[in-house]
């Protein structure tokens, strides 16, 4: 991957961080953003070459994450990108693609300006507006929230419900930067009460507690268009559905896709039959030891009678197999009473005392 040549602004005053920066800057910076700009000011002070590769490997932050931070630092006026093409990440943020990264300047930090008020038309959006979070479009990284914010969300009856739910699903209080990743999610991220509420279940399921993890997922979301726990319950199912698509096609011993009437199959038992994904293996692997052809035709039969016995688990289905093999051993006709050792039984037998006649015969 080509190296970005970096090259520090001539004013620059410092030897690691200015002044300027620490008083005006170091305080609305998340770690990934200030990890970055001290990592690239390290290089560029030694005259040293650097890339994605060199900033994603040793901060151990993901692409997006170090794109994200460069954003920042442009718009802030830390640094100045530039690229070979000027292609743009969808979203209209002014973020480049990394690959088009050629150069990086640092600049002389220097006192921001009173903020204004930016007035965001639909005909003429701000740069620095937040974005709209459309389907593929980078999210905005978290803000710095002041004590007002945090008090009123903390005060909200909907977000308190949230924040008690919270602390259950992970065993202990929120720490700070805990309690604003959910700030974040509400306040930048545009996630209601219910929508943070199933994120936090779905990670805690994953046996993710982390909240590195669970801001990467949120993260995701937005950037997939999730506006609802229906949107966000529909993209789960999506990714477990193909994960399951994958292990079935792995039992089948085939590659590719599976035909449309075949998807439907297995949604159904995915979503209707609701079988966990090792049940529906096992009634594979019968199929494939049955036939050999129209296996997933044949392992429905299997699943569906399964369901109507209420199969849940692996272990029910020996208790299923059981049960089938009790009722077909009842269902066989029982054996004819009449039937005696060397005799046939289509024909009426009789049963005679011959000391009996013989002795009326020597009588008489």
């Given at each position: ?74 718009k802030k006026g830390l640094l100045r990108l530039s690229t070979d093409s000027g292609r743009k990440v969808s979203g209209g943020d002014g973020l480049v693609s990394y690959e088009t990264i050629t150069g ?180 594979l692997k019968r199929a494939v030891l049955a036939t050999e052809h129209h296996r997933i035709p044949y392992a429905e039969t299997i699943l569906k009678s399964w369901h109507e016995r209420g199969v849940r ?52």
């Amino acid at each position: 991957m080509q190296n970005f040549d970096l090259a520090l602004d001539t004013g620059c005053s410092f030897t690691l961080l200015s002044n300027c920066f620490i008083d005006n800057y170091i305080k609305d910076a998340n770690d990934v953003q200030l990890k970055v700009y001290i990592y690239l000011l390290r290089r560029a002070a030694s005259s040293l070459a650097t890339c994605m590769n060199d900033l994603v490997e040793f901060l151990n932050y993901s692409e997006k994450d170090v794109i994200r931070a460069l954003g920042y630092w442009e718009k802030k006026g830390l640094l100045r990108l530039s690229t070979d093409s000027g292609r743009k990440v969808s979203g209209g943020d002014g973020l480049v693609s990394y690959e088009t990264i050629t150069g990086i300047q640092l600049q002389t930090p220097m006192p921001p300006a009173a903020p204004q008020q930016v007035s965001v038309h639909e005909d003429k959006p701000a740069a620095s507006a937040a974005l709209s979070l459309v389907k593929n479009s980078p999210a905005p990284a978290p803000g710095s929230y002041s004590l007002e914010d945090m008090k009123n969300f903390r005060n909200d009856p909907a977000y308190r419900c949230l924040l008690t739910a919270a602390t259950q699903y992970l065993g202990r209080p929120l720490s700070e930067p805990e309690f604003s990743s959910l700030l974040y999610y509400s306040k930048d991220l545009g996630f209601s009460p219910e929508l943070t509420d199933l994120l936090l279940q779905y990670c805690v399921s994953e046996g993710k507690k982390s909240f590195h993890y669970i801001d990467k997922v949120a993260l995701s979301w937005a950037e997939e268009g999730v506006h609802t726990p229906d949107d966000a319950r529909a993209l789960i199912n999506s990714h477990e559905d193909e994960e399951a698509i994958s292990r079935i096609l792995k039992v089948l011993g085939r590659v590719g896709r599976l035909a449309p009437e075949e998807s439907r199959l297995v949604r159904r038992w995915l979503h209707k039959y609701a079988f966990p994904i090792e049940v529906i293996e096992e009634a594979l692997k019968r199929a494939v030891l049955a036939t050999e052809h129209h296996r997933i035709p044949y392992a429905e039969t299997i699943l569906k009678s399964w369901h109507e016995r209420g199969v849940r688990t692996t272990d029910d289905i020996q208790e299923a197999d059981a049960a089938f093999h009790a009722d077909r051993e009842a269902a066989r006709p029982a054996p004819s009473s009449r039937k005696r050792e060397g005799g046939f039984t289509d024909i009426e037998q009789h049963t005679y005392d011959f000391s009996e006649l013989e002795k009326k015969l020597v009588d008489n």
